[in-house]
């Protein structure tokens, strides 16, 4: 009877040896982070929303835009050289990336409070601001909303209820000279038929629609001055690469590539690739902690 109960007792023991191993093996697992299997298997994978210029399948199915350019020069010399694209819908991307289906959001997401909340954003990238179409040549010499408020024969539009149409309004652009369409594409259809003589959208909007080949006869208006808030900094929007909470390392070291991209030019020359132009450059003085605040 005793030896029956010293061999239960052994084996009950075994098992408490072996489950806590076994847990001590997931524990460590799950301490490598994403960084490390990320590191150690050279592979990672990035959500992007198929929209020109953030991230979008090209002609021969791989995965172009401003986006997957940046995550290619910051992570390949890290020796993460499998880098897959995962194309969602936008508004799937950050509950794909907490359900761990993807390892990094990279799709022209801005830094907001709320997002903030929820994920762990890298430093900004771009900041997308205010930005106007004008017929090719600029003829009204169109450069801020104060241009268009000091000629009333110059009628501005843009897509109702958007924020960039709403900076517009908050400028001071008096009512008659404002017309408001459905989306993008009758605002763009009211220009091309001289409607209107300008529309606001924002800088990713412009661009996207003037690499549109079936787009003639329109410019962006550069330099342009959008609205400038109350605290005296630009109506933007800053985009940022969107990792989970409990990534920070990963983030931390995506941030280093960026410093690293921003000092060396390769920033700037993939801005130029997709119609961005220095305006759009994330001032230095703009940074994730204090969007996330809403100090900024």
């Not at 076994?22 to 990672?44: D, H, P, W, Y």
Request: net charge negative.
């Amino acid at each position: 009877m005793q030896t029956r109960m010293k061999n239960a007792k052994r084996a009950l023991i075994s098992g408490f040896i072996a489950y806590a191993m076994l847990a001590a093996t997931t524990v460590q697992s799950e301490a490598e982070s994403t960084r490390e299997n990320i590191f150690s298997s050279g592979k990672i994978t990035i959500g992007i929303h198929n929209q020109a210029p953030w991230g979008f399948r090209g002609p021969d199915g791989e995965a172009t835009g401003f986006h997957p350019d940046l995550i290619r020069s910051a992570f390949k010399p890290l020796g993460v050289t499998e880098i897959e694209f995962i194309i969602s819908d936008f508004g799937a991307l950050i509950p794909g990336l907490l359900a761990q289906r993807i390892d990094v959001v990279a799709s022209g997401l801005a830094v907001t409070p709320a997002r903030c909340e929820q994920v762990a954003f890298s430093e900004p990238d771009l900041a997308i601001g205010d930005a106007l179409i004008v017929k090719e040549g600029n003829p009204h010499n169109l450069h801020s909303y104060a241009d268009i408020s000091a000629n009333p024969n110059v009628l501005i539009g843009g897509s109702r209820g958007s924020a960039n149409m709403g900076n517009a309004i908050a400028s001071g652009i008096p009512t008659p000279q404002i017309q408001q369409f459905q989306n993008t594409e009758a605002s763009v259809s009211a220009i091309m038929a001289g409607r209107v003589q300008a529309v606001t959208f924002s800088t990713a909007t412009v661009v996207s629609v003037l690499s549109d080949p079936k787009i003639t006869g329109l410019e962006r208006a550069t330099p342009f001055q959008g609205f400038v808030k109350p605290n005296g900094l630009p109506a933007a929007n800053y985009a940022a690469i969107a990792f989970r909470k409990n990534d920070l390392d990963l983030r931390d070291a995506y941030n280093e590539r960026l410093a690293a991209l921003k000092a060396d030019g390769t920033l700037t020359a993939i801005m130029e690739k997709y119609g961005f132009t220095t305006e759009e450059e994330a001032p230095d003085f703009i940074v994730t902690a204090k969007l996330c605040s809403g100090e900024q």
